[in-house]
């Protein structure tokens, strides 16, 4: 045991500890966002969630989990509590995870690792074929600052800059909590920097889980597997979708016909384009923090959530009329964010937001609360004055055919 009253550590959009009883409570909230399950009593697809405990991942596992009865494994890659420091907000959540999952009697278990080594690929093979046997369903949703090549050794380090030329532009930041517009400025990638940017975010990784899987004969027959991207707006295309970032989203995307080859009609892979959303990633993208403050004010009642979109894509992936993809076979879940007339609202506001005038036109506290709730702070109806138990234990799977 080991309780402790925890006060938030951060700087900026980064803290340094989380809350287990605020990550139970985000857990739970977005359970209950979750449609209800749907069909009969059968147990679901058997799914492999890589990067379950955060973001997009986490909402499909919970989704699937819920709606859809899914079976199988999620991994994720979080630090346990020590001495000095709780355990990472994705341990904590995943804990919770698996507390529900057991209540609702799903056979679905999680293996904590780094999802780039052979390692944890060779020890997640080795589980999903004993207690399984062949997946339906692969969702692919990682988002690292680096990753060690597996066969050379190599450590990739991602970075977010502009390709081309330098970006200078506008960003939300808070002094004393109060919102202000700031002036940043990136110096554009070079070749080397943006090759690594790929090696780290792009489609590599993904095609190595396929080929592990294939090579032990797991893919069932109609398999799927989606790996999440994004494109956003032309505001902020100079720093996402034309820089860095945007060339692993498109290696992603180039990747996705490659499975496509390698699988020769036996499954499939596609790419899902979400829709704006505050997670761990994307606050650390210069200028999405503002874009997404006012994006969530133009948007209103039609913003979409990650438990949302994620229940839109299980629709897709579970129902008979297909996944309705754009020209270049990725499966959009962001129209809400991409409507005509919502970009131009935000637009609007964009090129006249100022310090004087952004908490009125931007929902700035919004989105400050929720990046406290990605670490469990911020969260309605937890009393953060109460001592909280930061040595949870990573959950142990139960037997096979329990």
Not at 199 to 216: N, Y
Not at 283 to 301: C, E, F, N, W
Not at 373 to 386: C, H, I, Q, S
Request: glycine fraction near 10%; hydrophobic fraction near 40%.
């Amino acid at each position: 045991m080991s309780l402790r009253e925890i006060k938030p550590g951060n700087r900026g959009y980064l803290y340094v500890n989380s809350h287990p009883t605020g990550c139970r409570a985000v857990v739970d909230d977005m359970w209950r966002q979750t449609p209800d399950p749907t069909g009969d009593d059968r147990p679901g697809p058997v799914t492999l969630v890589i990067g379950s405990s955060a973001g997009y991942g986490l909402a499909a596992t919970l989704v699937g989990l819920r709606t859809h009865r899914m079976r199988g494994l999620g991994i994720a890659f979080e630090s346990p509590a020590t001495e000095r420091r709780t355990a990472g907000a994705g341990w904590y959540r995943t804990a919770r995870t698996a507390e529900l999952a057991a209540e609702t009697g799903a056979d679905f278990t999680f293996l904590n690792g780094d999802a780039f080594s052979d390692e944890v690929k060779d020890e997640a093979v080795a589980q999903l074929a004993a207690r399984f046997g062949k997946i339906d369903l692969l969702v692919y949703s990682i988002a690292a600052p680096r990753r060690t090549d597996p066969v050379t050794g190599e450590v990739h380090h991602s970075v977010i800059k502009p390709i081309g030329t330098d970006y200078r532009a506008k960003t939300l930041v808070f002094e004393d909590g109060v919102p202000q517009i700031g002036e940043m400025c990136l110096r554009a990638a070079d070749e080397a920097e943006r090759e690594a940017t790929v090696q780290v975010m792009g489609g590599t990784d993904w095609r190595m889980w396929i080929d592990a899987l294939q090579s032990k004969d797991l893919l069932a027959d109609g398999f799927r597997t989606v790996a999440l991207s994004y494109v956003g707006s032309d505001i902020t295309a100079p720093i996402y979708r034309a820089g860095t970032i945007g060339a692993a989203k498109q290696h992603l995307e180039d990747t996705a016909r490659a499975i496509n080859t390698r699988l020769q009609g036996t499954g499939h892979a596609h790419t899902v384009v979400a829709g704006a959303a505050v997670t761990q990633a994307s606050t650390a993208i210069p200028s999405i923090a503002l874009y997404t403050g006012i994006l969530h004010r133009v948007a209103g009642d039609s913003w979409q959530t990650t438990v949302d979109q994620a229940a839109a894509l299980w629709n897709r992936l579970a129902g008979d009329a297909g996944l309705d993809v754009d020209d270049q076979d990725r499966v959009r879940l962001d129209d809400w964010e991409m409507n005509p007339e919502v970009q131009a609202a935000v637009r609007a506001i964009w090129d006249r937001s100022d310090t004087d005038s952004i908490a009125a036109t931007a929902d700035t506290s919004w989105f400050r609360d929720q990046v406290g709730r990605l670490y469990g702070w911020n969260v309605p109806g937890v009393d953060y004055k109460v001592a909280a138990e930061t040595t949870v234990p990573w959950p142990t799977p139960a037997p096979c055919g329990i």
